[in-house]
């Protein structure tokens, strides 16, 4: 199984990114897909997880209402469409996978048994 992501880069403040992660090498019928970031000196944080399944979708309250997780099933692609963002959104945004029945654990960067290589926000004030 291969992630990756793309499209991190530098924007101003109140500005927006799409990032993308595809996956390939597994089917992503029984699959959950989340996001998380991690800024110099802080450990990896939860952004957001989508359930390819039923399309539940997960927010940290940090990002909530701010970005939006969302699919291609025939590009077997997430995106992450990152809206309004703020300085203190700048981080390396990671992308990874996990196979589940269960939603349980989705928020926990330790569940997950794949990982794409990370790409740069970096926001400007």
């Known amino acids: 199984v291969q992630l990756q992501a793309f499209w991190g880069g530098l924007v101003e403040a109140g500005g927006s990114l799409r990032l993308s992660c595809t996956a390939s090498?597994?089917?992503?019928?029984?699959?959950?897909m989340g996001w998380f970031r991690q800024a110099p000196g802080k450990e990896r944080e939860f952004v957001a997880a989508?359930?390819?399944?039923?399309?539940?979708?997960y927010y940290a309250n940090t990002v909530k209402n701010r970005f939006t997780i969302s699919r291609d099933n025939a590009k077997n692609t997430a995106y992450l469409q990152m809206n309004s963002l703020k300085p203190e959104d700048t981080a390396i945004y990671y992308c990874a996978l996990r196979s589940s029945g269960s939603s349980y654990g989705i928020l926990s960067s330790r569940s997950y048994d794949y990982w794409g290589q990370g790409t740069q926000v970096t926001v400007s004030s």
């Open positions: 989508f359930v390819w399944s039923s399309s539940s979708r």
């Open positions: 090498g597994c089917s992503l019928d029984n699959v959950q």
